[in-house]
């Protein structure tokens, strides 16, 4: 890990997940305009392949965080009590959580798949110049 990413984490979990939900924010963002010649990063076919991977990494990375957190649900559910707000009592708020969870590890790993699938496609494609084009 390089120096710029360690000192970003001595945040607490909550901090550096809520950075990770603006850095998807700012992603949408700079993804908006097409591939334009000129653009900084985003200019060529190569650059859409290298987002695609950063975005397939931060997705085969999700599986583990949510896993974590079940873990932690799990492990400290008689330090909980349920509020008035449900009818059901902190084993089984906490087991619907951690089935939740679940859940969306099994979609954060498929989605992880199909980004793989779109990615190797991705691979294939190249910007023949000019010359190549007949022009």
């Keep these: 890990m390089n120096s710029s990413v360690s000192s970003r984490v001595e945040a607490g979990p909550a901090e550096v997940a809520e950075r990770a939900a603006e850095a998807v924010r700012s992603l949408n963002h700079l993804t908006l305009v097409p591939l334009v010649p000129g653009t900084v990063g ?3 076919v190569g650059d859409l392949y290298r987002v695609m991977t950063e975005v397939r990494t931060l997705v085969d990375r999700l599986p583990q965080a949510l896993d974590q957190i079940a873990g932690h649900l799990g492990r400290s559910v008689e330090a909980y009590e349920a509020d008035a707000a449900t009818d059901l009592g ?3 708020v906490v087991a619907s959580a951690a089935a939740a969870l679940e859940a969306a ?4 790993d498929e989605a992880g798949r199909y980004l793989a699938v779109a990615q190797g496609a991705v691979s294939h494609l190249y910007e023949p110049d000019s010359a190549d084009r007949g022009l």
């Design 42 to 44: 985003w200019e060529h």
């Design 90 to 92: 902190p084993d089984a």
């Design 105 to 108: 590890r099994c979609c954060v």
